[in-house]
């Protein structure tokens, strides 16, 4: 994810939303000036004409005249750079002059190494700097100098690469480096500081100072003495000569500031103040950009943008004078230039900059030539040209012709440089070309071929990949996993050679790289990664980073993380050492964000609070209160949500519902808001939807929730089933059989009836299927078979019963520890007219209807035997059981029904009346909902009467004819159990479902 997720999201991966982005950095891929190749130099020789400050010919000056009189040839002439005589020349000018030289000569002979190494088109190599840096020890800056030969001397020098720290260095070279560099240094902060008139100093050489301390700094010299208090001593005047700076002056200097700020330095009010002079200055000049200009201009306020992470004032006027000459200048760009531009665009968006008419000209312009200088990119290029494409489309870009034909023209340079890739560019094109294929790139030959000749680079680089570079990488090979890449010996040991530096690196991690990491681990393991001891120790390590970093974290971070920790779990199937803390960490942040989570961030957060309940978290206060706290945006963004989402949130509010978490009326709300949306999409739903969905809205009812839009979302589904029937796995199937049976009358018989046979033949044969789908689907069949029992003129369906025997063959010899499971055995027992192999536990709750109409009954009929809660047979305890007449009575609270009219019984109670019946017991049902009054009571009392007076002459179901009875909801303490079986799981892209049994132990409620 990036920023998303992931994930790459970008900086992740976030994705999950990942979801995480690389950290790119175009344009400094070489040493020294021809790293950037960003920023033209100027040259400029002495004048004739002696000037203040300027350069002039002196009479006698060997030196100078020498310099100027010959043309440097980078092949035979660096020797004589280096002869003595030159620098016995340098002494003896300064001497002769003394205090009155103003180091004219030192800058001459600066500027002539650097038109050295501008005609070799490179740095100084390290033998030539240490032979020219032997040469340089008497080289001595003194106060007296003068501005231009001051700024002149420190910009050539830095140009030339004459600092630039190669490894390993001699100690001798190091220090005369460090020693000469102090030296420039101090003499400028001594000129920039002091009190007398400023004339002195220019435009044009502040430009070129403070462009040489960029230089510097990114050629790594961050600490070098005096560094730091220079640029602090500079800046002031960028703002003092803010009206005389040239367009190139303007280029360099922002130019600068990005670099400073991209390589650590601080923002210091006078750097803010430096940059606010600048900007402005951008509209003033705006037609006397050359196209170098415009590229480094942009390249420079996406640096300034990225670094800051806001947008400083007029930078976004700055960017918009500067868009129309990119598409004016497109023909006149280099490759670097191009390659820069795109980058600086996809920053731009990347960083809220607004998609305006200007910018999509600005990028339709520049596709065109990726493909007409396709063969003349260098690796950079090639790195942040696919980085930016893939950017692009992630943030919304058109995927147009010219955009895929781009696409298609660099990805077999990859192949062709690949050994010129540096570890920054392997991870910045493993992340681009995942993000590419994430958002619908086709997987062409070329892209394979990209990625197989990437992916060994990375285990060859492995010790040089910083912290950014480790998470982006984990991103990307999740990403590319989750999208179909055939898992190849490359890429496990890729995965393999990384996972170890994500622990040995685990304290620099940002807050953005630890949820890309934590989310690609999460995916990799969903795609069948083996949880190896490297795998969890790398898992351990970054957990606690979660809680350190904890106030870092934005809305799309949260989200991957808690995604990725839920993921982790379920598919470990055992609680991590760290994750409680993790979880707990993130509550607050979660609380306090809420408003800023986007339609999948709602949908993936709910997902996985519920699915870390069902792995054994503890749902404290806080946690209850961050899940309760998300319900109300799922009714706001009720139209936002796709398909998969729809059936996620269902499913973790009905799982949530299921673990005991209070039904609210905002709960009800989300789901009256979710429903239609289900009928409207029915067509779209996966087989796994359609299975969480029913089992959701199952749960859901079986809670006691029925809200207006169920029953047509139900009927909406159904038809669904029957045209994917072969695409269902197994516990996909037993999911949705359980909930077809759950749901008892609100689904018609031969569509249940129809349903099974075809699933059950399905997997009759097969001999590998899960005990937990055996149970759910044995069931099931009992209730199918009970509705076509107490069906009229039913005929026995010889099928389904073959079914049923079949299904507890397979458990006859299994125990489990389930209560649950315990009494589906005993009930199928009792069916099939087996001896049962356990006795289940019931536990007897009385509830007040029941004790009531117990009391109402034997203080009519005072000598009536009457057991209550009593067990028959092993099923489930009977609420009320007249022995001498083997008469049941059955006091129907909510709960053993569908609906709230007390008409559509659910497919526990159907089957416990089956089986009573089966058993060979009378059974008589009396709603609830009809025991409001004395009056209504004794009717029902009255009709018993009857019953026990006349000898029974067989055994059937009673429906007393009681008249009209005023109907009222009674609030029942007692809530029945039920002994059916759900576990389902869910996920941000659909996920297998596992069910495992929940460690916390709940006290049950019998249901009416």
Request: net charge positive; hydrophobic share 40%.
């Amino acid at each position: 994810m990036d920023r998303s997720s992931a994930g790459i999201s970008g900086k992740y991966a976030r994705s999950d939303k990942d979801y995480n982005q690389p950290d790119d950095h175009p344009g400094y891929s070489r040493r020294g000036r021809y790293r950037d190749a960003t920023v033209r130099q100027w040259h400029n020789p002495p004048r004739n004409t002696p000037r203040r400050n300027g350069f002039y010919r002196s009479s006698g000056a060997y030196t100078s005249q020498y310099l100027q009189s010959r043309s440097v040839h980078p092949a035979q002439d660096f020797n004589a750079l280096i002869k003595q005589e030159i620098m016995d020349g340098l002494l003896s000018r300064s001497g002769r002059f003394g205090h009155r030289y103003d180091g004219r000569n030192h800058g001459l002979y600066a500027n002539s190494i650097k038109q050295y190494t501008s005609a070799a088109k490179r740095p100084l190599n390290q033998t030539e700097q240490s032979q020219l840096i032997r040469l340089l020890q008497n080289f001595t800056v003194t106060r007296s100098w003068s501005w231009r030969s001051l700024s002149t001397t420190l910009h050539a020098l830095a140009s030339a690469g004459v600092f630039t720290p190669y490894r390993p260095m001699d100690e001798r070279v190091k220090h005369t480096q460090a020693a000469l560099l102090s030296l420039l240094l101090d003499t400028m902060i001594f000129k920039c500081n002091r009190k007398a008139e400023a004339w002195d100093i220019d435009a044009r050489g502040i430009a070129n100072l403070l462009w040489a301390m960029a230089k510097l700094v990114d050629n790594g010299l961050q600490q070098a003495p005096g560094l730091t208090k220079a640029i602090a001593a500079l800046l002031p005047h960028v703002n003092a000569q803010k009206s005389n700076f040239s367009p190139q002056g303007i280029v360099n200097q922002l130019w600068a500031v990005a670099k400073l700020l991209d390589n650590g330095q601080e923002h210091t009010p006078g750097l803010n103040e430096a940059v606010a002079a600048l900007l402005p200055r951008v509209n003033a000049k705006k037609d006397q950009f050359i196209p170098q200009h415009t590229a480094n201009l942009l390249w420079a306020m996406a640096k300034l943008v990225d670094n800051s992470q806001k947008w400083v004032p007029g930078l976004k006027e700055a960017v918009a004078v500067l868009l129309p000459h990119v598409n004016v200048q497109k023909d006149q760009f280099i490759p670097q230039g191009i390659a820069n531009l795109l980058w600086a665009m996809a920053k731009l968006l990347d960083n809220g900059q607004e998609r305006t008419p200007g910018l999509n000209q600005a990028v339709a312009a520049l596709l065109p030539h990726v493909s007409a200088q396709k063969d003349q990119f260098n690796a950079q290029d090639i790195a942040n040209l696919v980085w930016a494409m893939a950017k692009l489309v992630d943030i919304g870009q058109q995927r147009t012709p010219d955009l895929n034909e781009a696409v298609a023209a660099l990805l077999p340079h990859v192949n062709g440089q690949k050994y010129q890739f540096s570890p920054q560019h392997i991870a910045n094109l493993l992340w681009a070309v995942a993000k590419l294929v994430d958002n619908g790139q086709e997987r062409t030959p070329e892209l394979n071929e990209a990625v197989a000749t990437l992916l060994p680079h990375v285990n060859a680089k492995k010790d040089q990949f910083n912290p950014q570079h480790i998470a982006n990488l984990l991103w990307a090979v999740a990403k590319l996993v989750d999208n179909g890449q055939e898992r190849t010996p490359e890429l496990e040991e890729a995965m393999a050679a990384l996972l170890p530096y994500v622990n040995a690196q685990k304290d620099q991690f940002n807050a953005q790289a630890i949820a890309s990491l934590l989310w690609a681990m999460a995916k990799l393991v969903d795609n069948g990664q083996k949880q190896t001891p490297e795998f969890n120790e790398a898992v351990a390590a970054i957990l606690p980073c979660v809680n350190a970093q904890k106030d870092q974290f934005n809305a799309q971070a949260i989200t991957n993380l808690l995604w990725a920790m839920a993921k982790l779990v379920d598919n470990r199937q055992e609680w991590i050492p760290g994750l409680s803390e993790a979880v707990a960490a993130l509550l607050p942040q979660m609380n306090a964000q809420k408003d800023q989570f986007n339609a999948q961030g709602i949908a993936n957060l709910l997902w996985a609070m519920a699915k870390l309940v069902d792995n054994g978290q503890e749902q404290t206060p806080e946690f209850n209160e961050a899940v309760v706290r998300m319900w109300p945006h799922v009714n706001e963004k009720k139209e936002q949500f796709i398909p998969r989402q729809i059936a996620n949130l269902l499913w973790a509010m009905a799982k949530q519902v299921d673990n005991g978490l209070q039904q609210t009326s905002v709960l009800k709300k989300a789901v009256a808001a979710l429903l239609p949306h289900v009928h409207a999409n029915k067509t779209t739903f996966t087989p796994q939807a359609i299975a969480n969905l029913l089992w959701a809205m199952t749960k859901l009812v079986d809670n006691g929730e029925w809200t207006p839009g169920l029953k047509e979302a139900v009927s909406a589904l159904l038809p669904c089933v029957n045209p994917q029937k072969d695409q269902f796995d197994p516990q996909q199937v037993a999911n949705l059989l359980w909930a077809m049976a759950k749901l008892g009358e609100l689904v018609e018989l031969h569509v249940v009836i129809s349903t099974f046979e075809s699933f059950l033949s399905r997997f009759s044969d097969n001999s590998q299927l899960s005990q937990q789908f055996i149970l759910m689907s044995l069931w099931g069949v009992m209730v199918c078979c009970a509705r076509l029992s107490l069906a009229p003129n039913a005929i026995k369906n010889n099928v389904l019963e073959k079914h049923l025997d079949d299904l507890f063959t397979r458990l006859e010899n299994t125990s489990p520890d389930n209560e649950k499971d315990q009494r589906t055995i005993a009930m199928a027992a009792s069916w099939l007219g087996r001896a049962c192999p356990i006795v289940p536990h019931y536990q007897a709750i009385i509830s007040k209807p029941q004790a009531d109409f117990c009391d109402q009954l034997q203080s009519c009929m005072p000598s009536l035997k009457v057991e209550q809660e009593k067990s028959l047979n092993s099923l489930p305890p009977a609420d009320l059981f007249l022995p001498d007449h083997n008469i049941v009575v059955e006091i129907q609270g909510p709960f053993h029904y569908v609906s709230n009219d007390f008409k559509i019984r659910n497919g526990s109670t159907l089957l416990k009346i089956a089986l009573l019946k089966k058993s060979g017991f009378e059974v008589i049902e009396i709603p609830v909902n009809q025991l409001c009054s004395q009056n209504s009571m004794q009717l029902y009392i009255d009709q018993i009467k009857t019953r026990v007076d006349i000898p029974p002459q067989g055994h059937g179901y009673v429906s007393p004819d009681i008249g009209s009875v005023e109907e009222t909801n009674v609030t029942a303490d007692k809530k029945w159990q039920s002994s059916s079986h759900c576990y389902l799981a869910a996920e941000e892209n659909s996920e297998k479902q596992t069910d495992k049994p929940k460690n916390r132990k709940r006290k049950r409620k019998k249901r009416h």
